[in-house]
């Protein structure tokens, strides 16, 4: 206090800069007090230290960060900040997919990416077509093609694909009897044109000619010849083949006879002679 004249007056320590307070000064009747800021605590009546908010109760939901006089919040890898204190997850899938070059699968924190079906991951990010004709799992009975995701089945001429995979027989000769002028006989895969009167028009398959004199034994003669051939020589291999069976037959069961025993032959006593006189 001051004395003036005869009475006494406050002294304010805090306006004459006297009070040593490191942060707020209060003044008071006959003394002084020190304060702190927010965020700061009183240490020896007059200097202030930070406290730690995030060592308490900070409101955080995820991680607290300590400053000068205060704290912040913020979240893990895959949310954001919503209010100051609470997080909520980021669908990285919304932009841009994700930087996936196929399939972007948001989860909770994260995301994944994937590849169609036929595709492969070749990075992170990106993938990769699966040539699935050069892994032999295609199942195609003829030809594999392989294309961007999947493959596909096709068949050799005179096939058709009945189920995507397996491949059937053409029986060119039901349509049009296969554009013959005379008979068609159907083969795996393709078919021939016959000719029963005159012989084929070399230039044309399908076509027969008539040629005058010629009968259709004439202009098949080479195809009899051949059959009659191939009949004869089936013919003879099997009389062989009968002929030997019978002489084994034949061989075996005189060896058997030869082998039995020979029987024994007695000859007869001879009578008793009477004695003349």
Do not use: W
């Not at 306006?15 to 040593?20: I, K, N």
């Not at 995979?165 to 006989?185: A, M, S, V, Y």
């Not at 895969?189 to 076509?207: E, V």
């Amino acid at each position: 206090m001051e004395l003036t004249n005869t009475t006494c007056e406050d002294i304010d320590e805090c306006s004459e800069d006297t009070d040593g307070c490191e942060h707020n000064c209060n003044n008071t009747l006959g003394s002084y007090e020190c304060s702190c800021k927010t965020g700061y605590m009183l240490m020896d009546g007059r200097n202030c230290s930070d406290i730690n908010e995030c060592d308490g109760n900070h409101s955080c939901e995820h991680i607290c960060n300590n400053t000068l006089g205060s704290y912040e919040c913020s979240c893990k890898t895959g949310y954001m900040l919503m209010d100051g204190r609470n997080c909520s997850d980021i669908d990285e899938c919304f932009n841009n997919n994700g930087d996936c070059e196929q399939t972007c699968n948001n989860t909770i924190g994260y995301y994944l990416c994937g590849c169609y079906g036929g595709y492969m991951e070749l990075t992170n990010t990106t993938c990769e077509d699966v040539d699935e004709c050069a892994g032999n799992t295609h199942g195609c009975e003829h030809n594999c093609t392989n294309t961007l995701g999947s493959y596909e089945c096709t068949c050799k001429t005179g096939y058709m694909l009945i189920d995507g995979r397996t491949c059937e027989d053409i029986n060119e000769c039901l349509i049009n009897n296969g554009g013959c002028e005379e008979d068609c006989i159907n083969l795996n895969g393709s078919f021939n044109c016959i000719c029963t009167q005159g012989i084929a028009d070399n230039s044309n398959s399908s076509n027969c000619i008539q040629v005058p004199g010629v009968s259709g034994f004439q202009a098949n003669q080479g195809l009899y010849i051949a059959i009659i051939i191939i009949f004869i020589i089936l013919l003879l291999f099997v009389v062989v083949v009968v002929t030997l069976v019978i002489a084994t037959v034949v061989v075996g069961n005189s060896q058997n006879g030869n082998s039995k025993p020979d029987a024994k032959v007695t000859s007869p006593s001879p009578p008793d002679q009477e004695t003349v006189v």
